[in-house]
């Protein structure tokens, strides 16, 4: 009796253990999105994604860069801000892998840079985002983002917002 009572102690403050590990990196996991979502939105506001890299890998950066960098050779800025997110799903497939699902809410306005005229000014525009995060040297990084239904068709994140009446409406 006494040996079953120990074996259930030991399983119960393993299982609390656990659970804070997992809230703890759940937590650490929500903060990298938010700060991921934010450098995303200073990086095409001053043109410059060089603050993504503090918290995204290479290829990710590399594939919003190229889309900032295509908006500049059409002479638009595009100005965004997050109003809202809720994070609908997070998962680890291992202690260093982590996948993501997010509702977020982003107000865009383009603007043309050589006279500062809003071309397109959209509000309320809904991502159903996923993430993949790779834990290095204690820190999670973003390894990809996608829209939901976009992934792998070499589309960047939060991008442009679908044109309105195109079929979609602003929902993806």
Same mark, same amino acid.
């Given at each position: 009796m006494?040996?079953k009572?120990?074996?259930?102690?030991?399983l119960? /403050?393993a299982?609390?253990?656990?659970?804070?590990? @997992?809230? *703890?990196?759940?937590?650490?996991?929500k903060?990298? !999105?938010? #700060?991921?979502?934010?450098?995303?939105?200073?990086g095409?506001?001053?043109?410059?994604?060089?603050?993504?890299?503090?918290v995204?890998?290479?290829?990710?950066?590399?594939?919003?860069?190229f889309?900032?960098?295509?908006?500049?050779?059409?002479?638009?800025?595009m100005?965004?801000?997050?109003?809202?997110?809720?994070?609908?799903d997070?998962?680890?497939a291992a202690?260093?892998? /982590?996948?993501?699902?997010?509702?977020?809410?982003? @107000?865009? *306005?383009?603007?043309?840079i050589d006279?500062?005229? !809003?071309? #397109?000014?959209?509000?309320?525009?809904?991502?159903?985002?996923?993430?993949?995060?790779?834990?290095?040297?204690?820190?999670?990084?973003?390894?990809?983002?996608?829209?939901?239904?976009?992934?792998?068709?070499n589309?960047a994140?939060k991008?442009?917002?679908?044109?309105?009446g195109a079929g979609?409406?602003?929902e993806?």
């Amino acid at each position: 009796m006494m040996k079953k009572c120990i074996a259930i102690l030991l399983l119960a /403050a393993a299982a609390v253990s656990c659970s804070t590990v @997992d809230t *703890r990196e759940a937590e650490q996991v929500k903060e990298t !999105v938010k #700060r991921y979502n934010a450098q995303l939105a200073q990086g095409y506001a001053t043109m410059n994604m060089a603050g993504l890299a503090q918290v995204a890998e290479e290829p990710q950066t590399a594939k919003v860069y190229f889309h900032m960098a295509a908006l500049g050779e059409g002479r638009i800025r595009m100005m965004s801000e997050l109003k809202d997110i809720s994070f609908k799903d997070i998962r680890f497939a291992a202690a260093t892998s /982590a996948s993501v699902k997010t509702r977020e809410v982003w @107000d865009f *306005r383009h603007v043309n840079i050589d006279t500062g005229k !809003v071309q #397109r000014d959209e509000k309320g525009f809904v991502y159903q985002m996923k993430y993949h995060l790779a834990k290095k040297n204690g820190a999670w990084w973003v390894r990809d983002a996608a829209a939901e239904g976009e992934e792998g068709k070499n589309v960047a994140t939060k991008a442009a917002p679908a044109v309105p009446g195109a079929g979609k409406g602003s929902e993806r």
